[in-house]
């Protein structure tokens, strides 16, 4: 088990200041079968359930899948905590949602067209994670465990005394601006732009802030959980590699005020009062934890003499469908790499694909879509509707010098889905959808002539 300490980029936004590396603590390894305790003793050694738990701790199991999942694709932990999370509860009562919606959704389909957003200011008013999340599409049907959402959120709060958990999907998040603190019941995470955290479902959290508000993107997937893409012929090496995937510590609140618990479930939030914090794991051990990557690390391969590769080989995490090779959700991203294909249009090509692709830009400029896609930005080419460059960057691609050359200070994404994606009605209604962006492709001339080949 490696403990590791947290490293940052310059492309990191937070103060020198405002963080404490040595104050939060990671295992290393994705997937790994994991074991942390904050008190020593509190793990208990061979054994699972013993008759009486060290410290006066309570064993509780939280599964992932099913029991008989394959060993391969079973998903559990086992924390010993204060309070069971049964003495967590109590009457719940409807919760306001505010922006925040869930597959499926009956919302009418806008016209079939390729859609691009502004960035979303930021609220003057005083927003949690809870209030700041704003569904942009969703994909699929969440009771039935198939399919996704995209969202952004904007906070300028931290949550206080009042913690969330999501019992229909995990959530991954992609900062864009400003950092979280995501304090969770397996320790404490903390994410800035150019890294990401994936939060499982069922587990409890609460998020802070880091040195002021915050903006980024979130996928709720309601399908299989994330994993590592297979390689192919890559081989063992390269792409996201497991070890850069960094776990928390066990970390505990003993602490007892009055909070309120919220909890997405069944296409809804649900709030009960609690009187005390349920982060309150004191260990765990198991491989169903919440994780962090920074996207940096990422080794991207592609075509080295000629062509354009797809851009499947740029997968960071995959959520795996019944059907093989079909993803119920892929995250994909455009990093820093060299171009160096000769005789290749170099930017992605003109396509349509039965999947769908909500696209986010973290920071820098997406080759693509050189101008009008800007950092906090985002985009949505939905099922079998026609893509690619626009016409700057497809007269300056087609009319360059084909030296090597490298994209830098680039971070762009995609949630792609083989569902369609439904555009909620806060998104179709945004004063910051592009009216023209449909009509990109009009612009390119005509270039046939048959008299030269």
Known sequence: MDDV???????????????????????????????????????????????????????????????????????????YRIRPTVSHWGRFHPAEAGHWLTAPCSAPMLPPAPLRWDPLPLPSEATTFLQGVHTITTAGDARAQSGMAAHVYLITAPMEDEYFYNAEGEMLFVPQQGALRLCTEFGVIEIAPGEIAVVPRGVKLRVELIGGPARGYLCENYGGAFTLPERGPIGANCLANPRDFLTPVAAYEDRDAPSRLVVKWGGALWQTALEHSPLDVVAWHGNYAPYKYDLRRFSPVGPLLFDHADPSIFTVLTSPSETPGTANVDFVIFPDRWLVAEDTFRPPWYHMNVMSEFMGLIYGAYDAKPRGFTPGGFSLHNTMLPHGPDRDAFEGASNAELKPHKLHGTMAFMFETRFMQQVSPFAAALPQLQPDYGGYGAKLARRFDPRRP
Request: proline share 7%.
């Open 5 to 79: 300490a947290a490293g940052f980029d310059p492309v990191d936004d937070r103060s020198a200041a405002a963080r404490d590396d040595a104050a939060v603590r990671y295992q290393s390894g994705f997937g790994n079968g994991f074991e942390t305790e904050a008190l020593p003793g509190a793990l208990p050694v061979g054994r699972n359930s013993p008759q009486r738990c060290a410290y006066g701790l309570y064993a509780e199991q939280l599964s992932g899948s099913a029991f008989t999942a394959p060993r391969a694709a079973n998903e559990r932990s086992w924390l």
